[in-house]
């Protein structure tokens, strides 16, 4: 099983609105990731957890609040976002280093109303 | 810092021809390791080769050949007698370890049609 499944994928959302973004992987890795990912944009790096732990918060907004519950699960709450939040929310997930490929879901398209 | 530039944003070509996909890259640190990914309209990136700083040899994988010269430092994709189902946005990354996991950063993508 090499799949990183993300849910949901699509949302549009107001900007009152609470929502989480789900991602899971069954892969064993212990590193997993958020990217963000604007049109015609590369990937932007936002979070990442080694061992269910926070290691890396790229100066994002407390509007977003990543979780780890545990090693196949990764949540992204969203809170008071704004239209210029909508984006592609893309999860991803590898073994440790810097020498491993990430692999990634298909993303949740997000709009921000 | 370390930085990636595509400086090709779009390429089409006909099918069956051969496409150059061009990548430079700039860092500091002396062990890094260099990837293409492919994004097609789905949104799913998709893992096709990784390269360490250390391993100069280019590789080739059915009609999917890289160039990786550190003297330049480029990493450079060829597809050969490109099709249709090619087409898609590459990006080329360059990785490094941050508190033992991945931080990839991105070149700008290329964004690749293959006509038929």
């Keep these: ?113 | 810092a370390q930085k990636v530039t595509q400086a090709q944003t779009e390429i089409s070509v006909v099918e069956k021809e051969d496409v150059t996909l061009d990548c430079v890259y700039e860092t500091r640190d002396t062990t890094y390791y260099l990837f293409w990914y492919k994004q097609p309209p789905s949104g799913e990136l998709f893992f096709l080769i990784r390269r360490n700083s250390f391993d100069e040899q280019n590789e080739i994988s059915g009609r999917y050949s890289w160039n990786f010269q550190k003297s330049t430092s480029s990493f450079n994709f060829t597809i050969t007698a490109s099709q249709v189902v090619d087409s898609a946005v590459y990006f080329c990354a360059l990785s490094g370890t941050v508190q033992g996991a991945q931080k990839l950063v991105f070149g700008q993508g290329t964004r690749l049609t293959i006509n038929p």
Excluded at chain 1, 1 to 13: A, G, I, N, S
Excluded at chain 1, 21 to 29: D, N, P, R, T
Excluded at chain 1, 78 to 107: K, V, W
Aim: charged residues 20%.
């Design chain 1, 1 to 113: 099983d090499t799949e990183v499944t993300q849910t949901p994928k699509h949302l549009v959302m107001g900007m009152t609105n609470k929502k989480s973004l789900k991602c899971e992987q069954h892969m064993g890795h212990r590193a997993m990731y958020w990217y963000k990912q604007k049109a015609k944009k590369p990937p932007e790096l936002m979070f990442v957890y080694s061992y269910e732990k926070l290691s890396i918060n790229e100066s994002v907004p407390s509007r977003f609040s990543p979780e780890c519950p545990n090693s196949s699960l990764l949540n992204l709450h969203l809170h008071a976002l704004q239209p210029e939040d909508s984006a592609l929310y893309l999860c991803a997930s590898s073994a440790q280093g810097a020498n491993t490929e990430a692999f990634f879901g298909q993303g949740t398209r997000l709009t921000v109303v």
